[in-house]
Every structure is written in C-alpha cells, then in structure tokens.
C-alpha cells in the first residue's frame, strides 16, 4: 500500500525449534534468499507490500501463505513497527512485524528459495531484517515467562524433558526440568494426559506425557519472569 511517497510491509519472523530428538534442539527462523536487487543473494523474512485491499493479519497470512502450509503455523500476532526513513533503498517503506510460531516436530513443505536457519547463526540478512529477527526472538522469550505460548512450539504431547529442550531452544539457556514443571503445572499451563510415553532402549519406568492445558494464547502470570540460572 502506497499513501503519497509512504509504503508499507509486512513481515513475519516465524520460528520453530527444530531437531527436538538430537542433541542440540535450536531455534529456527524462517528465511527465503532474495534472487534479484536491491540486495540479491541476502536473506529476508518473509513477507511483501500491503495490497489497498487488505488489512495487517491478512496481508501476512497470504504472503506467508506463499512459503509456508499455514495449517502448520499454531500462534500468529503482529509485534511491531520499523519506520526508520532510510532502512530499504527508493520510496520510503514503514514494515510491521509480525511473530509466527510451529510446533515441533511439524514439516511444512518449503519452496526452493526459502529455508530454517538457526537464530544464532543467521546468514548475511537484507536491509534491517537481523535486528527484526532480534527484536522476535525477544518478545518470544518474554512471553514464555508470562504466557502459555510454548504450546505454539511444543509437541501436541510430550514429556517434560522434551518440553524443558523446547524451553531452552528458545531462551537460550539451560532450563532445569523440575523447576520447569513446577512453575507450569502451579499455573495451569501443563496438565498429564494420563498416560506415558514409550520406555527407551535403556529400559526403566516409562515417563509421563503432559499436554498444554489450552492451544490459545492467554497471560498466566503478567508479572512472572523465567531467568538464566545463577
């Protein structure tokens, strides 16, 4: 959309933390590598101009559409607004940002051009794409101290540590498991499913399988804050 010598963008930072089942679980951001200029080559997130007919959520939703099954995207919300006069080369251009989440252990089906980069190794990124995956990655951990929304990266059921790796993918920290659990069942944000998961190779007592008490979002504790141990 163009208003004069002003256009507007949006763009969704959306991630998933990806190989769960391997050592090293780590946050990934969904990227898509420019194949003309202005910046040819680098990566951006994804998403594109605002149609005149269109609002925010729905712009996104179809540009998103364009890369990634949207049936596989579990929590979406607009984040904020990047206006700086010079950030893209020609007319000026304001972006709002958007937060996408998909769970583990979802496959959606990517085009040639677009790809899961982990959040801590981004390649060269266009324009100012890096600081708005920062500025995501950010406001997600926020939310995972106040809000349930690790239903939008968890497994439809798992056990805890499984949830603790999703936890410690996306905080970037080591979580302790025990406290984890703790803090989520004394909210009401994880309940058991009255069953257990499979025994392991190694055999012992088969663990318990939790779910997410609801798959909306909601505010559990608006003053709660998860922090790096010590």
Known sequence: MTYGNTAHEVLAAVFQVRDLDSRQPALNVLLWQRALDPEQGKWSLPGGRLDDDEDLTSSVRRQLAEKVDLRELAHLEQLAVFSDPTRVPGIRTIASTFLGLVPSPATPALPPDTRWHPVNDLPEMAFDHAPM???????????????????????????????RDVYSAALDYQVDATNLQRVLERRKVITRTGTTARSGRSGGRPAALYRFTDSRYRVTDEFAALRPPG
């Open 133 to 163: 995956v920062e500025h995501a990655r950010n406001r997600l951990m926020a939310k995972l101290s106040y809000t349930n929304i690790g239903f939008a990266l968890a497994p439809m059921e798992f056990v805890i540590s499984t949830l």
